[in-house]
T-cell receptor, first 116, second 117 residues
């Protein structure tokens, strides 16, 4: 069975602070994808990043960076110099590879509030 | 390029009624997945349609059924509504596998918020 755990239910920081959202996953698959999605108040899930289990290289995109560590089954997300517009619920998700294995398993989400 | 669209945006139904939600995938996508997101929870996978057939199903009762049309659009039907069915229903599209292989990036629509009273 697959499982994604986001232990931080809510995080509140002041603008310009750095913040890290934790994600731990469980899977028996040897190959899989990991995702982060952002859900603003409008409700639509916005795709942020996809990483495959073959590639543990960290990735940076502007103020966003992701740290994938297979040894600890973690895929953490850091926002540097946070802004009010970053306020949203963030979801980590897991998807196995292969035929018929495209369902996303989501964590419970972390509500991030950036205060001005 | 239109993204994933869903209709209606909001819906209020009474217990025991039936509801149909609609989804049009992103242009070029041929796979549609449906998710249920209860308040304060992460989305839960309901089922996925590809080539007009249900390819995979999550842990949802048979009251939840779906359909995919030749133009890849999809419907989600829920019968005998319960109060617990109140949620945001999200549609996601992916694929284009005939041309580009399996795509695991799922693009989500804005959702339909269903309230059962």
């Amino acid at each position: 069975a697959q499982k994604v755990t986001q232990a931080q239910t809510e995080i509140s920081v002041v603008e310009k602070e750095d913040v890290t959202l934790d994600c731990v996953y469980e899977t028996r698959d040897t190959t899989y994808y990991l995702f982060w999605y952002k859900q603003p108040p409008s409700g639509e899930l916005v795709f942020l990043i996809r990483r495959n289990s073959f590639d543990e290289q960290n990735e940076i995109s502007g103020r966003y960076s992701w740290n994938f560590q297979k040894s600890t089954s973690s895929f953490n997300f850091t926002i540097t110099a946070s802004q009010v517009v970053d306020s949203a619920v963030y979801f980590c998700a897991l998807c196995g590879m292969g035929q018929g294995a495209q369902k996303l398993v989501f964590g419970q989400g972390t509500r991030l509030t950036i205060n001005p | 390029d239109a993204g994933v669209t869903q209709s209606p945006t909001h819906l209020i139904k009474t217990r025991g009624q039936q509801v149909t939600l609609r989804c049009s995938p992103k242009s070029g996508h041929d796979t549609v997945s449906w998710y249920q997101q209860a308040l304060g929870q992460g989305p839960q996978f309901i089922f996925q349609y590809y080539e007009e057939e249900e390819r995979q199903r999550g842990n949802f009762p048979d009251r939840f059924s779906g359909h995919q049309f030749p133009n890849y659009s999809s419907e989600l039907n829920v019968n005998a509504l319960l109060l617990g069915d109140s949620a945001l229903y999200l549609c996601a599209s992916s694929g284009g596998r005939r041309r580009t292989g399996i795509s695991y990036e799922q693009y989500f629509g804005p959702g339909t918020r269903l309230t059962v009273t």
